[in-house]
């Protein structure tokens, strides 16, 4: 779009008090400081253009609940985007930023921020950045430290880390009683990160594709589990205090090492889905029949000697992947 047709949209807009603007995919590589002018927009689409930075004057939206910049090449916002403060969601993806926008950080009524697929490296807030922030996404970057206060953002539910650089985690973080979905999968941990057992409102933790060899037994302390996923790591053993995880729904162990199963899995009465395949178990223990809410199994490729899924009694309508005729 040439920029003189651009001025005329955006002075268009501002006479008819429009409140929603797609201007995404329109080959725009800078924004006339009239955009400033659309005080009643609630709804700004920016994405996929050619944008390198914002004028000064994007600060003067004060109406805009969302804004859209993702796949463009931006690299810094104007410190005049800290005016938006009715700003409820920010999608930044796939820019170029190596620095997180410090002037998101005082907006207290954003709820949702993507900064995924940026060339980020370091991830450091106060404990009183964003207030209101329930979901942020800063998946797909360099990221390779993050400070505490990221964990202890007050009203943050879901944090997805996953495909960065991370070797580790902060120990020492507060309880948190917001936070209920955490991704680190595809990244460089070694250790299981015990400062997430701290997380005991959390729910779903993924931990997939790292270099885990084990968990801890401070597992135990995440009482509000439900979604456990740390497959394709190395993990040959499982401490039984997994076991106490009652509230615990979903199970997956795909692709480690483990060479047996906890006869206590019974334990987890809220099972409806093991996933155990692609490791070096021998047998399964018997009280598996005891697990009356499964309904899935996996036992793919797994060197079992003496399992016959004739001699175990499972829930009608329960998935078996990998019987016996597959061995």
């Known amino acids: 779009m040439e920029k003189s047709e651009l001025i005329e949209v955006l002075e ?13 995919g329109k080959r725009i590589d800078e924004l006339p400081s009239n955009i400033g002018e659309l005080n009643q927009l609630i709804k700004l689409n920016l994405s996929s253009n050619h944008l390198v930075e914002l004028p000064l004057e ?10 859209n910049l993702s796949s463009n090449r931006i690299a810094h916002l104007p410190h005049s985007f800290s005016q938006l403060k009715q700003l409820e ?11 997180f926008p410090k002037e998101i950080s005082s907006l207290i009524r954003l709820k949702e921020l993507d900064v995924s697929r940026n060339r980020l490296t370091v991830i450091d807030l106060d404990k009183s950045s964003l207030e209101g922030l329930e979901w942020l996404n800063l998946s797909f970057n360099r990221i390779c430290v993050v400070s505490s ?4 953002l007050k009203s943050l539910k879901i944090l997805l880390l996953d495909d960065n650089r991370l070797k580790k985690l902060p120990i020492e973080i507060d309880e948190n009683d917001a936070l209920e979905d955490l991704n680190l999968s595809k990244n460089f941990f070694v250790k299981f990160p015990i400062s997430v057992t701290k997380l005991q409102s959390l729910k779903y933790l993924r931990l997939e594709d790292n270099q885990l060899d084990a968990v801890p037994a401070e597992i135990s302390d995440m009482r509000a589990l439900e979604a456990l996923y740390i497959g394709i790591n ?23 090492n483990l060479q047996s199963i906890p006869s206590e899995i019974a334990q987890l009465s809220n099972l409806t889905g093991l996933i155990l395949g692609w490791n070096q178990l021998r047998n ?3 009280s598996i029949n005891q697990l009356t809410s499964l309904e899935e199994l996996d036992l ?3 060197p079992l ?3 016959n899924s004739a001699d175990y009694t499972f829930p009608e309508g329960v998935v078996l992947l990998g019987s016996y005729d597959d061995f």
């Not at 994007?58 to 804004?67: K, R, V």
């Not at 190395?234 to 692709?255: E, M, R, T, Y």
Request: proline share 3%.
């Open 305 to 307: 000697d003496d399992y």
């Open 284 to 286: 399964i223990p018997q």
């Open 234 to 256: 190395k993990i040959k053993s499982l401490p039984l205090s997994i076991c106490q995880l009652n509230k615990l729904v979903h199970l997956d162990l795909l692709g480690n």
């Open 89 to 99: 969601r920010a999608f930044l993806t796939n820019n170029d930023f190596k620095l």
């Open 12 to 24: 268009q807009a501002a006479r008819n008090g429009t409140k929603s603007l797609d201007l995404s």
């Open 149 to 152: 206060e990221v964990l202890q």
């Open 300 to 302: 793919r490729d797994n």
């Open 58 to 67: 994007i600060g003067n939206l004060s109406s805009l609940e969302e804004i």
